[in-house]
Each structure stands twice: as C-alpha cells, then as structure tokens.
C-alpha cells in the first residue's frame, strides 16, 4: 500500500523521541508518509509514557479528543496505535477505555508497526464502510519486553538533525521504589559498541555534530566491544570522541553510585564531553534514599560532584528531584533544600510523589497528603531558580561555545542555540550561522536564557 499518511505524537524521555524518530524511518522506508495535521491521517500513533499519573492520564485524553475531532468533523475513523510505555502497563485495558484502537505495542516491539498498520488499515476501511457502525475495530496486541530486538529490524537513519540522538541501552534494573521504567521497558540490556558506533558513523557523515547517547541507566553500559569484552561508558564515549565531525558528546541518564572514576577522568581530559554532568539525586534526605532504594547517601553524592568539579572546574550539575515521597518529613525535606544550595544545580527537574501501580512505594504508609507535595515542590522550585539565575547572571562577560539550530519565533533577525550547559542562547546574527558551532560572548542573562554577541 503506498501513500499512507500517519501522525505521530510523542510523550515522555528521550528514549521515547528516539524511539518516534526510528519509527518515522520505518514508516517511511514502507511509503508512509508524515503528516503534521492530525485531522489529516489514516494512521494516528501516540508514543506514550507511565512515569507519573498525569502523564498516563494524558494518554486517554489525548485519544478521547481526537477520535472524537474525527466524530465532529465527519471524517472516516483512522487506525489508532498506542506504543511505549503505557501500551506494556495498561495493555489489553486500553482496548477496554478506548474500544476503536487497534495496536498496542511495547517499545520493543514497534518494528512490527507496518504490518499492523497494514493489517488495520484493511479491517478499519470495513468498519468505515459497514452499514450499521455495528462492526468493530479488531485488536492486535504484543507487549513483550524482547530486548534489542527491535534494533535489528531498523533501517539504516538517512536523515539527522545536527544535534543527535542514540539509544546506547535499554531497560533499568535499579528498581527505585517509585518507578514504572523496569516494568515498562524491561531488564537492562546494552547494545555492542559496534551497532553504535555505525550509527554514529552514519548519522555524522549525514551531518551531526552533537551526539548524545541515551540510556535509563548510563552508568551501567556494558556492550561487547569489538574483541568481544566488555566495554563501559568511558570506553564507548572515548571511540565516539575520535569520529573528526562529532564536536560535543553528552549522554543521560547517570545514577550516582555507577558513576565511575573513568568517567571523572575523561571529564578531565576529553575536551568533547560537555561538561555539563545530569545526575539525578531525587531526594537529600538518606532515609529517603534508602526508602526509595536508590543505593547511594546524600554525602556520597557530594563526594562525586567534588571528585568532578576537581577534576573539571567547568563541570555544572543537574538533576531531578522527587518531593512528597510516602514518610517525608518536614526535616527530610530540609535536607534536600540543603543539597540544592550546597551544589548549586544550574538545571532541575522537580516533581510532586505520583503512586504509581505495581510499584513499592505505592504500597508504603506514610503517603503525603498533596498540599503539602505541593507547597514543599514550590519551596523548592523557588530554590533551584535561584541557583539557576545566579548561574545565568554569572556567565555574563564569558565566551561560551554555542550550536545554532533555530531562528527566533518572536524576532527572525535572531537565531537560538544551545551553549555547553545546554542553556538556550540568543544572538543577532545571519541564518548561515545555524547548524554551526560558534563562540558567543554573553551580554546578559535571566532565569529562562542568555543573550549575547557573536565574539
Ligand atoms: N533513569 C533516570 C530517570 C528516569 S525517570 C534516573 O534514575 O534518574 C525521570 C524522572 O522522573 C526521575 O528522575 C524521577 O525524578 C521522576 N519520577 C520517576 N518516577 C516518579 C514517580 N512515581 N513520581 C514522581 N516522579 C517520578
Ligand atoms: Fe526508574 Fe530508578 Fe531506573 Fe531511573 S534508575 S529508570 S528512576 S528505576
Ligand atoms: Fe516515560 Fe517510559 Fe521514558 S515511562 S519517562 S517514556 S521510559
């Protein structure tokens, strides 16, 4: 079948845009074609996330409101695909809330989309054409966790964005007592150096120049090399390194008692490592920790983020936090105010405590009544804005090196880009200068982003 149209929509961490970008490859290698109109589709595909209740909940709505756009606007229902996260944790259940979907897969098993689509494309035009609206949509269903699977089934990227994206491992077995990602996407599993490195290879000869390698759990990769040994995160980024267009590497997510001294040397020495570190510490309060089974304590946190910032005194910290997590207390939460003023995060993620089924913690006493999840998130919010300003405010004066990927929405004489500590930068300046790399001397700086000049 050709001239296929589908609408894709993405929810969730960056292993879920990478995830949509490989689909979109699929789906083109197989003539189907992109479409940006959602009203304008035969196939609606939403890449969905479980991490928090709101972000779940948003699934259901999100697939309310279209099927029923389709409804107001009196045109034939298109196929619906529900993949990722929400498809392993809701399964069969979403056929149950949201009868006119037809596929739900994992993020393992979405290289079986055109086949599906295929499938459901045939058996959607019947019920389209069926006289009584009495025939009903069939299902089709995996979610198993099957791992790198999915890898081998891809087509080689034939298009990139300067700045890229590369999924080095699946999965997490840490299993925070909070968290839905080892029951959504399963065991961890590293891919081989050598699968990375092509795509890499491939993706700068289609022009990257910022690679960021991806993984729930970074700190743990493990693939074969090319002798078949074990490598680590050091060992992967130090052969990215060598690839001549590749200019900046980054990679997240870190966990901080994987966090090895390997890394803190490179940090040290690989002038294409940025060094901006993401390392998550969700709570500063040790009982916390050990509650949500994260295996490290407030002061061996610390010691790492000295060990980098000796090692590196450019190295700025971000993380994520989690407040309002069952038996909190007033003076837990002290102690994670405490570590935001002793680190100094320059860029945070702060979220309330969401129950979330089949997890630990949901099961826990001690559950925190949601005002006080709210007002202790806005203290802290209000703390990290701090920290966040006060850096912003000191980079006034400094050269900073700066992608350019965007024209300004408001102002097209001004072009946006992103420097180091991945701190958005605005400058008046030519449009040739977008995708290139370039040094900036900052002019001012609030909370949101920097402004400046180019030097
Ligand atoms: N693997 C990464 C991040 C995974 S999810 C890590 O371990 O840090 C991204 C963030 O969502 C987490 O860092 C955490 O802050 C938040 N999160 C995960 N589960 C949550 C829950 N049940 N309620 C609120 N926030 C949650
Ligand atoms: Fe979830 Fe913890 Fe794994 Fe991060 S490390 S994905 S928070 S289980
Ligand atoms: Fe969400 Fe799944 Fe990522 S639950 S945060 S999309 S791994």
Redesign the pocket.
Known sequence: MSNIKFHLKTFG?QMNVYDSSRIVDLLQLHNMQQVDDELDADVIILNTCY??EKASAKIFSELGRIYKLYLRFKKAQPVFAVIGCVAKAEGENIFKRAPFVSIVLSSQKYHLLPELITQALENIESVNSSEKKSKKVEHKINTDLSGLEKFDCLPKVKKSEKVAFVQIQEG?D?F?T????PNTRGREVSRNEKDILSEIENLQNLGAIEVNLLG??VDCYNGLDENGKPSNLAGIISKVAKFDNVKRIRYT???PSKFSDDMIELHRNEKKLMPLVYL?I?SGSNEILKKMNRKYTREQYLFIVEKLKNANPDIQISS???VGFPNETEEDFQQTLDIVKKVQFIQC?A??????PN?P?QKMDGQIDNKIKSERLKRLQYELRKSQDKFNKSCVGRVMSVLFTDVSKTNPEYIIGKNEYLQPVIVKAYKSLLGSIQNVKITSGSYANLKGEIA
């Open positions: 961490c991490i928090r997490c840490n925070c909070y968290c839905v990602v729930q759990n997510t870190s966990y998550p969700q994520d936090f989690i993620y979220f309330k405590y969401s129950p979330r997890t913690a």
